[in-house]
């Protein structure tokens, strides 16, 4: 008789669980079918990196110490996934949810979000995340760990927000009630 033991397969598991959640966020709704996502998964050593990253944005007088708290925090993750979005406009001109009076007057300023780029990346967070549910491993939504991603250009130039996506499988979750 065979036994597999649950330690032996965490980072399959995990693994295959992140490939699961990258589909999820890709597949969810978007605002008039355009998709301005761009969705990775780190392992180990580009979680040691985004880490790294953190650390040193948290040597930085404008950055809050809970930035040293999830460089520390992230470490115990097997898998990172990375969601991020582009802002562009959708072309629905006259919504003045940005702002602006059309897509054209927000298109003049490439830094402003278009309020549909920012509902898309929400969906497909929740669409990642309950994948990760689904499979009972545990994560968090991060924006630190975003900022560091971002900095360090892991998803591209024009990749204007990002969010990070810590997973774990342990006896309690990591990511939670973190010490600060």
């Known amino acids: 008789m065979n036994t597999i033991l649950e330690e032996s397969i965490r980072e399959e598991t995990v693994c295959r669980t992140a490939e699961q959640m990258l589909i999820a966020a890709r597949t969810a709704p978007k605002a008039r079918g355009i998709d301005n996502l761009v969705i990775a998964v780190l392992d180990k050593d580009g979680i040691r990196e985004l880490s790294d990253k953190l650390k040193e944005m948290a040597g930085g ?7 040293l708290r999830d460089a520390n925090c992230i470490l115990l993750a097997e898998r990172v996934v990375l969601i991020g979005t582009r802002l562009k406009s959708v072309g629905l001109n006259a919504c003045d949810l940005c702002g602006f009076s059309s897509c054209e007057e927000k298109d003049k300023h490439p830094d402003v979000p278009c309020i549909f780029n920012v509902n898309d990346l ?3 967070i929740g669409s990642a995340v309950s994948v990760a549910m689904d499979n009972r491993v545990d994560n968090r939504v991060m924006f630190t760990v975003g900022r560091a991603a971002k900095e360090l250009n892991l998803l591209g130039d024009d990749v204007k927000i990002v969010f990070g996506i810590p997973l774990s499988v342990s006896g309690k979750n990591p990511f939670f009630d973190r010490k600060s």
């Not at 007088?61 to 930035?67: G, I, L, T």
């Open 61 to 67: 007088q404008d950055v809050p110490s809970f930035f």
């Open 122 to 124: 929400g969906i497909a």
